[in-house]
């Protein structure tokens, strides 16, 4: 136990964001991880482009397209309908105008079958678009990121892959629950490809404790809100959860 202590006094607290949405935050929990998922990042770069594009009418190339499609067919079919209507003899049995009404009959539905045909190509269309929209906006926004945040990203990677060492402690914010989670780093860090938010990690023993975000020391939310996504915590912030473990002791 003393050497335990001894051990604390000298190891570093970090607090680790994982996630947004609880996914990996509860995988993390579950196989004895915490990871670290750089896609995070990136994502905020793209605020405003996705906003935009979800603003932006899904089908609006499509609807313009088709609005002068039909009002092409529309002048073409008033017109033949016109002439088709011209010099008939209503007193007879008006063969030629049951043939005239099947011929604009047929071409409805071969209109329909060209709408239908056009509608499946400007979704193609649309879609393309804004795949090339999305592409040029990481292109973008990847080549040249604000220098603030290049630097979090930066220090993030270096404390998660070098800085973090074994016995560590590790604060997980589990934002579905508005709690906290503290564990002890195992080892160093791993990278296992095709693991999905679990792939860049390192095995971490959790304690059973959870103390809710709102008892945590004062400004911790600060920390939530910060561009960083791996905090290193000193003075009385560390000894706060320094406190926590050794009066709760793994």
Partial sequence: MVR??????????????????GQQEAACLEN????????????????????????????????????????DFDQRFRKEFEDALKNVDYS??????????????SKLK????EVKQFDATMRKFDD?????????????????????????WA????????????????????????KVAIGR??????????????????RVDWHDTRVPIENMFFGFEKILESDSSITLLDGDEREFVLGIVIDDTF
């Fill in 92 to 105: 007879a049995d008006r063969p030629e105008v049951v043939k005239k009404m099947k011929r604009l009959n």
């Fill in 32 to 71: 004895g991880y915490v990871s670290f998922d750089l896609n995070l990042h990136i994502t905020d770069l793209f605020g405003k482009e996705l906003l935009e594009m979800k603003n932006q009418p899904q089908d609006y190339k499509r609807y313009l397209h088709f609005g002068d499609k039909y009002r």
């Fill in 4 to 21: 335990d202590m001894i051990r604390e006094h000298r190891n570093n607290v970090w607090v680790i964001r994982t996630g947004y949405c």
């Fill in 155 to 178: 220090k993030d990677v270096l404390h998660f892959t070098n800085d973090i060492r074994i016995y560590d402690l590790v604060v997980l914010p589990i934002m579905s629950e508005q």
């Fill in 110 to 113: 071969q209109f329909d079958e």
């Fill in 128 to 152: 393309f678009e804004r795949l090339e929209q999305m592409k040029k906006a990481l292109v973008t926004r990847l080549s040249s990121p604000p220098i603030n945040l290049l630097e979090s």
């Fill in 185 to 202: 780093v195992k080892d160093h860090y791993q990278y296992r490809e095709g693991k999905g938010v679990l792939s860049h990690h390192r």
